[in-house]
């Protein structure tokens, strides 16, 4: 017994020991969180910034348990259709859907879990990265790129392959995978606020009771002209500025 209380007041033990004392008292704690709400409703996106893409139908989510799931009610589930295009192109119609948290304590679902839940199996993930101009300055949006080919049987033998992109939005910085917006996300806990959105969309066309889908290349190019629309109206119109920076 006496040896152990001697090994305890050696000076290496109490030098640790000091430090960690006053690493624990100099250590400012983390500030507790506050809601940071969208500077204005998803819901209230002005149609006409998104020309040449109009507004063809809007979705609303009545199962409360799918609502629960989400942890979020600011999202957007609209169907647009980019009037740019023939009536027989494969990216013709997109399926938008944004959803924003104004208090994240994790990040959500994303496709890979959602999609594959679904029954669908998913064949291919890749980063890709997507050019925009943004008030002629060239930014490059990091994305995920998704296939999913359905499981269900196809009567008319055609390819039931799908593509599905989404990115996240935290705190002003764009990531296209959940552990970056985790990063994010935790990249400065001493702010006092944080959010996150997660923007996914999928482009498709129904002609004649048959869906068709673009290939990665058309995808790309149709996203490159989505984002360019989505982005900045986001940006503007609705994400705050702030995050973590706003404590600075």
């Known amino acids: 017994m006496q040896s152990t209380t001697r090994s305890y007041l050696q000076p290496p033990f109490l030098i ?35 020309a040449p893409y109009k507004v063809v139908s809007k979705y609303k989510i009545t199962n ?18 980019d009037s740019d295009t023939s009536a027989d192109s494969p990216i013709q119609k ?11 304590d994790r990040v959500p679902h994303v ?9 669908n199996q998913r064949l291919a993930s890749d980063s890709v990265t997507i050019e925009i101009n943004k008030q002629g300055k060239v930014e490059k949006i ?4 998704l296939v999913f080919a359905g499981t269900n049987s196809n009567i008319w033998g055609t390819d039931t392959r799908f593509p599905v992109l989404y990115l996240f939005n935290v705190n002003e910085v764009y990531a296209n995978s ?5 990063f994010a996300l935790n990249k400065n806990i001493f702010s ?7 923007v996914e969309w999928k482009f498709f066309n129904t002609r004649f009771g048959q869906t068709i889908y673009p290939n990665k290349e058309e995808t790309i190019t149709a996203s490159q002209k989505l984002l360019r629309v989505i982005l900045p ?4 119109d609705h994400w705050p500025i702030g995050g973590n920076s706003d404590d600075k």
């Open 192 to 198: 006092k606020h944080s959010y996150f959105s997660k």
């Open 16 to 50: 640790c020991a000091g430090v960690l004392l006053l690493s624990a008292i100099a250590m400012p704690k983390p500030v507790k969180k506050e809601p940071m709400p969208l500077k204005k409703s998803l819901d209230l996106m002005d149609e006409n910034a998104l």
């Open 64 to 81: 409360q348990e799918v609502i629960e799931s989400l942890g979020t009610r600011d999202y957007i589930q609209w169907l647009l259709e």
């Open 142 to 145: 990091p994305a995920r790129y």
């Open 178 to 182: 959940r552990d970056d917006a985790r």
């Open 94 to 104: 997109c399926s938008l859907f944004i959803t924003y948290y104004d208090l994240p």
């Open 111 to 119: 496709p890979e879990e959602c999609y594959s839940g679904g029954g």
């Open 233 to 236: 109206l986001l940006e503007r």
